[in-house]
C-alpha cells in the first residue's frame, strides 16, 4: 500500500504523524510518501519515507500552503492508494478532486474549541469560524474517513469512528526517578502554563532543583523564555524531535503539565503525561479532567491547583525529600503505561483500518 501523508500545519517531526503513524505503516511493509512543510521548519525528511517539502500554513497565512497541498494531492491522486490528512485546512485541498483514492482525516483536536487560543483570529471572527468549522467536520464526516485522536471527539460526529490515541513507545526499562531535574516537554504558550513553568523555575532555584523544558515556544513565549535563560533560572530546549525528546525525561524527578482551563484541554489526554508515566517519572498536573483521572486511577503523580507556581515547587520539592514516594509513584506510572498506553497495541489497529480503507490485504 502507497500512502500519502500531508500536513501544513503541524511540524514534520510530529511525534503522532511521524513517531506513531508513519512508523507504524513503514514497520508493517507500506510505503509513504510525507508532505509537510521541512524547509519551513528547517528540517530534512527521514530516510524512511519519501519527502515533499510544502508551504507552512501560520496564523493568516494558509491559503498558499492548501493551494500547494491541492496541487500535489492532484499530482499523485492515481499513485497511492490511500491520502492520509492531519489539519483541517487540508479538507480544501482534497474537496472535490476527481478520480481521488480513499481520504482519512486524524482529527486532533476539537477544533472549533481551538478558536479560543488563536490571537490572531479577531474576536469578532470566532463565531463564524467556529461554525465553518463545525460545517465543515460535518461535511468530512459525509465524504471522508474519520479517525479521532479522543473518544471525546466523537459527541461532534453522527457515526462511530475508530479511536487512535495518543499514545507512546513505552521502553522495555526506564531508569529510576532521580532528585535534581524537572522537566517539560510540549508546545509551549502562555495557555499551556509557559509563565507558571518560568516561575516554578525561579522558586526551585534555591533548593538546587534545576527545571529543563523541551518544546517549540509561540512567538508571544519566546521574549519570556529568552529572558528565563539569560537570568539562568531555567534551561529550554527549543524543538526536538520526538525520538531525541523523549531520552531527556529519563531520571528526571517529575514531569510537569500545567495547562489552564480551556475548552479544548478539558476533554483531551495530554500526551505528555502518558510520555512521563512511560519514562518512570512522577507527573505533576494541573486538574485537567482526563489528566485528573490518569494520575488517580493510577496513582503515578500530583494534582495542583490552576495557575499556583507555588504549588507546583511544594509538590517538586516533596517528591525530592521522599525517594520511596517518588520511586513508588514513578514505578506505578511506568506500569500502568507499558499495560495500558504503548503504542504498539493501537498501532495495530490503526494499520488494519487504513489497509482496509484502501481495500488492500494485509
Not at 107 to 132: G, I, N
Not at 257 to 284: C, F, Q, W
Amino acid at each position: 500500500m502507497h500512502v500519502l501523508v500531508m500536513t501544513v500545519v503541524h511540524h514534520p517531526e510530529d511525534a503522532r504523524i511521524l513517531h506513531r503513524q508513519i512508523r507504524a505503516l513503514v514497520d508493517a511493509g507500506h510505503e509513504v510518501t510525507y508532505a509537510a512543510p521541512y524547509t519551513a521548519r528547517g528540517v530534512v525528511p527521514r530516510s524512511f519515507v519519501t519527502g515533499v517539502d510544502l508551504p507552512r500554513a501560520a496564523e493568516r497565512r494558509r491559503l498558499a500552503a492548501v493551494r500547494a497541498a491541492r496541487k500535489l494531492f492532484k499530482s499523485m491522486r492515481g499513485k497511492v492508494d490511500l491520502a492520509l490528512i492531519h489539519d483541517p485546512e487540508l479538507l480544501f485541498a482534497v474537496a472535490g478532486v476527481r478520480g481521488r483514492p480513499p481520504v482519512v482525516w486524524d482529527v486532533h483536536e476539537d477544533t472549533p474549541a481551538t478558536l479560543s487560543l488563536k490571537p490572531w483570529l479577531p474576536a469578532f471572527l470566532r463565531p463564524p469560524t467556529r461554525f465553518l468549522a463545525r460545517l465543515l467536520e460535518t461535511t468530512a464526516e459525509r465524504r471522508l474517513h474519520l479517525l479521532l485522536a479522543e473518544t471525546a471527539y466523537a459527541g461532534r460526529f453522527r457515526q462511530q469512528h475508530l479511536v487512535v490515541p495518543n499514545e507512546t513507545w513505552v521502553p522495555d526499562r526506564v531508569s529510576p526517578p532521580g532528585d535534581d531535574r524537572v522537566v517539560y516537554l510540549g508546545w509551549l504558550s502562555e495557555a499551556r502554563g509557559v509563565q507558571e513553568a518560568v516561575e516554578v523555575a525561579r522558586l526551585l532555584q534555591p533548593h538546587r532543583v534545576a527545571v529543563e523544558l523541551i518544546g517549540y515556544a509561540d512567538p508571544q513565549s519566546r521574549p519570556l523564555l529568552n529572558e528565563a535563560v539569560a537570568q539562568g533560572l531555567l534551561e529550554w530546549r527549543d524543538f526536538m524531535p520526538n525520538d531525541e525528546a523523549l531520552k531527556r525525561l529519563d531520571g528526571a524527578l517529575a514531569g510537569l503539565s500545567l495547562l489552564h482551563d480551556e475548552p479544548n484541554y478539558r476533554h483531551s489526554m495530554p500526551t505528555k503525561i502518558v510520555e512521563y508515566m512511560a519514562h518512570g517519572i512522577p507527573v505533576i498536573t494541573t486538574p485537567s479532567p482526563r489528566a485528573v483521572e490518569l494520575v488517580e486511577r493510577y496513582q503515578c503523580g500530583v494534582v495542583v491547583p490552576w495557575q499556583d507556581p507555588q504549588a507546583v515547587a511544594r509538590a517538586v520539592l516533596q517528591l525530592r525529600d521522599n525517594p520511596f514516594e517518588r520511586h513508588g509513584t514513578g514505578g506505578r506510572g511506568y506500569a500502568a503505561a507499558r499495560a495500558h498506553h504503548h503504542w504498539p497495541n493501537s498501532a495495530r489497529r490503526f494499520v488494519a483500518q487504513l489497509e482496509a480503507w484502501a481495500g488492500v490485504k494485509s
